[in-house]
């Protein structure tokens, strides 16, 4: 993707509305609640009821500061992480990166349209594998054909798929004292079982796909509005674009982790107080809800699914393709006609149809999650290193360096993700 029109800007700073105020911030905080995502949060749940109602609040500051600092990277420069990357590391670190992206994102998939599948076969009359496949046609479709100034609006609609998971839990009887007092004060034993989800949790929470989707959905963003530039080609648009990526990106994480805390919480008044202690995905999770809290709530998580698949397997093929373009030099963006970008959309045909391909192999789709979940571990914390280093770079970002909160706030998610990867290679 090119650094936008050169020259200043002679229609002045952009001023959203505030409805267009919310974009890759919210859109990337919905994506980070997907099928995988609400699995993790429902074994959080479910294997300890209301204990893990804490890890939410705690992640909200650190993922919130660190998707602003990717979207700022892209809003400064023009360019994605991959893009940046290559400009200023060498090429060993960018290939390495951008390889196991996309090897982790092609698993995710497969895990997140396995359990999409699954919901709709619990709800509908049909078969999983069916289903498994119009999602992902459907998906690729629309991805391709369609523009980003369109798709996004797609998109942000989507992102009210993730309001069910609210309701299921104001339909079940809700202890809202005690919800409270452990989301502050918690009781549990810090053991194998107890540290494993945390890191999951963090794992899910803080994702490199993310990172580089925000960033990207930053520069699409430029491209997609006549008049706008890259903020180190035209400082006049700083204030307002500023302004309007902590708004979105805020807004957007805090959407994130709301949702997370509201399965939690659901899934720990019905299942742990039932004692089902070990849902393996989120279908198994709407399914075991049925007998327990009614058939509106199992409708309602069950629909979830497969809205918060539509809105994360984009997400997940999205940044791949744009890690990967950006690497080798392709023309990329989602608002490039198929004709323009084959590269950019072969990889997101790839990602999408590669998940489909492990869907029908023996591979287990949890196998798949847990594999993408320590290829994530390996590559989060040191990628952050990286991208905080390009955040820091006056060479690179001019006058608009990461503020210092973002600093603290950047370097502290840094080191909480090397301490969660250190501790899941030590569990495993």
């Keep these: 993707m090119g650094a936008g029109a050169a020259g200043k ?31 993790t949060y429902s074994q959080a749940g479910a294997q300890f009821g209301l204990q893990m109602l804490w890890t939410p609040v705690l992640t909200y500051p650190f993922m919130a500061v660190f998707q602003a600092v990717c979207a700022r990277i892209g809003r400064v420069t023009g360019r994605g992480l991959a893009a940046n990357i290559k400009q200023i590391f060498p090429p060993w670190v960018l290939l390495a990166v951008v390889v196991l992206l996309l090897f982790a994102n092609t698993l995710n998939v497969a895990a997140d349209i396995a359990a999409m599948g699954e919901a709709a076969s619990l709800v509908f009359p049909g078969r999983r594998h069916v289903f498994t496949v119009g999602f992902a046609v459907a998906i ?35 202890p809202w004292g005690e919800a409270l007092a452990r989301t502050v004060w918690p009781h549990f034993t810090l053991d194998r079982a107890a540290m494993t989800l945390i890191v999951a949790i963090f794992g899910t929470t803080i994702s490199p796909y993310l990172f580089f989707w925000q960033a990207s959905e930053e520069v699409e963003e430029i491209q997609s509005h006549p008049g706008a530039h890259p903020l180190r080609t035209d400082p006049a648009e700083a204030p307002a674009e500023l302004r309007r990526i902590r708004l979105d990106t805020y807004v957007g994480m805090a959407f994130s982790n709301i949702i997370a805390f509201f399965v939690i919480l659901a899934t720990g008044v019905t299942l742990h107080a039932a004692g089902i202690t070990a849902p393996q995905t989120a279908a198994q999770v709407a399914g075991a809800l049925r007998p327990l809290a009614g058939d509106g709530a199992f409708l309602l998580f069950a629909m979830g699914i497969i809205g918060t698949g539509l809105l994360a397997i984009p997400t997940l093929a999205g940044s791949a393709a744009y890690a990967l373009s950006e690497a080798l030099g392709w023309k990329e963006g989602l608002e490039s ?26 591979i287990d789709p949890i196998k798949a999650l847990f594999w993408s979940a320590v290829v994530n571990g390996v590559i989060a914390a040191p990628l ?17 360096t990461a503020s210092p909160w973002q600093r603290w706030g950047g370097w502290t998610a840094t080191a909480i993700m090397g301490a969660a990867a250190i501790a899941m290679f030590v569990l495993m």
């Design 9 to 39: 800007s002679t229609a002045g700073p952009r001023r959203p509305s505030p409805l267009a105020s919310f974009g890759p911030g919210l859109i990337t905080g919905a994506a980070d609640d997907d099928p995988s995502g609400i699995a």
């Design 140 to 174: 690729l479709l629309l991805q391709v054909f369609v523009p980003y100034h369109r798709y996004v609006t797609f998109l942000k609609w989507l992102t009210l798929a993730l309001f069910a998971y609210v309701a299921v839990a104001f339909s079940v009887h809700v």
């Design 337 to 362: 006609k198929l004709s323009e970008a084959y590269g950019f959309y072969g990889v997101i045909a790839f990602a999408i149809l590669g998940g489909v391909a492990l869907d029908y192999s023996p």
């Design 384 to 400: 952050m290193a990286v991208i905080m280093l390009l955040a820091t770079r006056k060479s690179l970002m001019g006058e608009f």
